[in-house]
């Protein structure tokens, strides 16, 4: 069973990425990791910048930056901080996916030993500036509250039933567009599939769960948009601002605990024409576990 952690030490962790991937067409390139940051297990603040990167003509950001951060709270009945950002300022990929601004942030807040193991999660700071999609301007409608009401008793957010349904719903909205195209995308329905029994009572484990912190996106061809994801012909997919949360059963001191890990992608730009290949911009990753 699942068991709160009176005696364990909080173990910290903390991942950030500016941007990653690799070009087949018009070039072959493999694009490192940008500005990577990962938090000891101990916590503490760490941060890299960068005043630009470019891959030829193909792809390229006027600057970046990237930090994780993990610290107790001082006040005492308060819990355990985890911060991670990873932003991308002045993108460009391949003329087609531009945007002032791309931030990724997440923050989150371990209970105490004693206390359970589930945090309060909250995206404060998450944002698209001036994101532009073949030359029009996109207006993602973000929802940072998705998390806004922690579970009771310690419970995971997958027994939660705002969260569910609003994730049922999602689901079910990119499932109904998805059917109703004449151009569906392939593995999409994989991705985003869930239905009612999806959700077990019982604690797997693992569970996992990928959805979208953006809701709509207004100003963009209905045909082409399948909520938070867009599909450009003659270039490729992308996918705004998705988000994996995965929990997952861990063995500590007498019993079990809950680990919660959850994957952020502002951009996440899957190419098969135009140019070939994969980029992910402004990515953070973050959990925590009393061990």
Do not use: W
Not at 31 to 38: G, R
Request: net charge negative; aromatic share 8%.
């Amino acid at each position: 069973m699942f068991q709160n952690n009176p005696q364990g030490e909080h173990q910290y962790y903390a991942e950030a990425k500016a941007l990653f991937g690799e070009f087949l067409l018009p070039l072959k390139q493999k694009i490192t990791p940008q500005l990577l940051v990962e938090l000891p297990t101990e916590g503490g603040y760490l941060n890299q910048r960068s005043c630009g990167f470019r891959v030829e003509s193909v792809l390229s950001y006027a600057s970046a930056y990237t930090q994780v951060a993990g610290n107790p709270e001082e006040k005492k009945d308060r819990g355990l901080n985890t911060l991670v950002t990873a932003v991308v300022e002045g993108l460009n990929v391949l003329d087609v996916v531009t945007a002032d601004r791309v931030v990724a942030q997440i923050s989150t807040e371990h209970p105490r030993r004693g206390y359970g193991y589930i945090p309060k999660l909250n995206f404060l700071g998450t944002r698209f500036e001036n994101l532009r999609i073949a030359g029009r301007k996109i207006e993602p409608r973000l929802n940072l509250d998705l998390f806004e009401d922690k579970p009771a008793n310690d419970a995971r957010y997958t027994q939660s039933p705002s969260f569910v349904q609003l994730i049922l719903e999602q689901h079910g909205s990119i499932r109904k567009l998805h059917n109703e195209s004449k151009n569906p995308i392939e593995g999409l329905l994989e991705r985003f599939n869930l239905v009612p029994e999806s959700f077990s009572e019982t604690p797997p484990d693992e569970e996992v769960v990928e959805f979208s912190l953006v809701d709509s996106v207004s100003d963009y061809d209905e045909k082409h948009c399948f909520g938070h994801v867009i599909r450009v012909p003659h270039f490729g997919t992308i996918y705004l601002a998705t988000l994996k949360l995965t929990h997952s059963k861990c063995p500590v001191q007498g019993g079990y605990g809950t680990k919660t890990l959850l994957e952020l992608t502002m951009l996440d730009i899957q190419m098969g024409c135009t140019g070939t290949g994969h980029v992910s911009a402004s990515v953070t990753k973050t959990n925590g576990m009393g061990g």
